[in-house]
Nanobody, 127 residues
Framework: QVQLVESGGGLVQAGDSLTLSCTAS????????MGWFRQAPGKEREFVAA????????YYTDSVKGRFTISRDNAKNTGYLQMNSLQPEDTAVYYC????????????????????WGQGTQVTVSS
């Protein structure tokens, strides 16, 4: 079992930056691909970004490409989501998730592919 804890959310103004962290415990973090999702009020939880086990592969939803960067430090059991040029439409609860995989390069975009989830951290962007 893997426990995931997100941190780093907050209230910012449009154009500001935030870095979210996702700290894992319980199992070998490097055995899991990682993803970030977000859920705005009244909307479905949506995919944001994903990274492979070792970090060599990444994938982003179109709306965040060029603004967000996903990364990980397996030695620290931590994943990150660097968010730049934040906009009000980025306001949501952000969740990290982990997917066990034997594939070193795969990334996953579907919620159903993930085994473990964090509790979420709120990001609010004011205009």
């Amino acid at each position: 079992q893997v426990q995931l804890v997100e941190s780093g959310g907050g209230l910012v103004q449009a154009g500001d930056s935030l870095t979210l962290s996702c700290t894992a415990s319980g199992r070998t973090f490097s055995s899991y691909a990682m993803g970030w999702f977000r859920q705005a009020p009244g909307k479905e939880r949506e995919f944001v970004a994903a990274i492979s086990r070792i970090g060599g592969s990444t994938y982003y939803t179109d709306s965040v490409k060029g603004r967000f960067t996903i990364s990980r430090d397996n030695a620290k059991n931590t994943g990150y989501l660097q968010m730049n040029s934040l906009q009000p439409e980025d306001t949501a609860v952000y969740y990290c998730a982990a997917a066990w995989t034997s594939n070193r390069v795969s990334v996953y975009r579907s919620r159903s592919q993930y085994d473990y989830w964090g509790q979420g951290t709120q990001v609010t962007v004011s205009s």
